[in-house]
């Protein structure tokens, strides 16, 4: 599989072109959005995902309704009903609507989001040693964002620098993020990388297998984080352990308006977790919890890894 030019997403003759992630690893399908509409079904059905990768989706989609002569403020609002927990949709479309041209300011996005990453990655890198084993959970890579990643930019960073790493991928049912994605990325780079199911987390920070925890956020604010479901599990135990745990996010992923546990948690369909695949996993009529995000609270957190340098968990 050619690799070489991977983009989460591309613009051309006035259509987004977003790589369909339900697909890979095994296909390298583009989904091509000729309307908003299209975007917002992109980001409910997680063709695209990821928080970085969302908000400019959702600048792109809005430029897409000012082409078509829509109602931008109602176009605004659907594409923000498209995933409520992920603050950078927010941030995006109230950007676009306040700007001259929403085609250039997405457009402005789409390289900011580049430089971000790589500054995120930088000061990342600092807080990592030769040698280490780093967990992460859930996908926070170049296919989370426009390119380079956030969590995983750290550590191509750290590879960068010259450092020897390894990477403990935790599989993040029910969609398997970290199984398809995060590992499939860490191949693309070469970094030794290995697969392990949600539950093992604890057992391989007990062990002394982990050095670090580094993860991605989907929204930050007033006592914590919210990321993919599991992210709370992993960060009592790296607390038990007394493993260091991270966040890496721009800082478009703030929300310093709200408390966190006032975020409202996105359900979703139940058949993600009763099916794995094609395949039934569990016996018909049975009822289901599927949250999306979980907490993490400020107190679980060593640091918060951002384009402006590590902050302090607030």
């Not at 109602?74 to 927010?90: D, G, H, S, Y």
């Not at 392990?196 to 930050?220: E, F, N, T, W, Y």
């Not at 599991?230 to 709200?258: C, H, I, Q, W």
Request: negative net charge.
């Amino acid at each position: 599989m050619d690799v070489t030019n991977l983009k989460t997403m591309y613009w051309k003759d006035n259509k987004l072109f977003l790589i369909d992630q339900t697909l890979l690893p095994d296909q390298i399908v583009y989904h091509e959005c000729e309307n908003y509409h299209d975007v917002i079904d992109a980001i409910k059905t997680m063709k695209v995902r990821g928080a970085p990768a969302i908000g400019v989706s959702a600048a792109f989609a809005m430029a897409l309704a000012e082409l078509a002569g829509e109602n931008m403020e109602t176009a605004a609002k659907e594409i923000k009903a498209a995933r409520p927990t992920a603050v950078n949709l927010f941030w995006a479309v109230d950007r676009v609507l306040n700007a001259d041209s929403a085609l250039d300011e997405a457009m402005l996005m789409y390289d900011e989001d580049v430089e971000t990453n790589r500054k995120i990655g930088k000061y990342g890198a600092s807080i990592i040693d030769d040698g280490d084993t780093l967990l992460t959970h859930c996908n926070a890579g170049a296919l989370a964002c426009v390119d380079y990643g956030t969590a995983l930019g750290v550590f191509r960073a750290a590879k960068e620098e010259g450092k020897n790493i390894n990477v403990i991928c935790d599989e993040t049912r029910p969609l398997c993020q970290g199984a398809r994605l995060s590992v499939f990325e860490m191949q693309q780079e070469s970094i030794p990388v290995r697969l392990a199911v949600d539950s093992a987390a604890g057992h391989l920070m007990q062990k002394g297998m982990i050095d670090k925890v580094v993860i991605g956020a989907d929204r930050i604010a007033k006592g914590g984080v919210a990321n993919k479901i599991g992210s709370l599990m992993v960060a009592l135990a790296a607390k038990r352990f007394d493993v260091p745990f991270y966040v890496a996010a721009p800082k478009s992923t703030f929300d310093m308006e709200n408390s966190i546990f006032d975020v409202e948690i996105e359900e979703r369909d139940p058949e993600e977790v009763i099916y794995f695949g094609s395949t039934r996993v569990a016996p018909e009529g049975t009822e289901v919890e599927n949250p999306a995000f979980d907490i993490v609270p400020s107190d679980l957190i060593t640091g918060i890894i951002t384009e402006e340098g590590i902050l302090k968990p607030f």
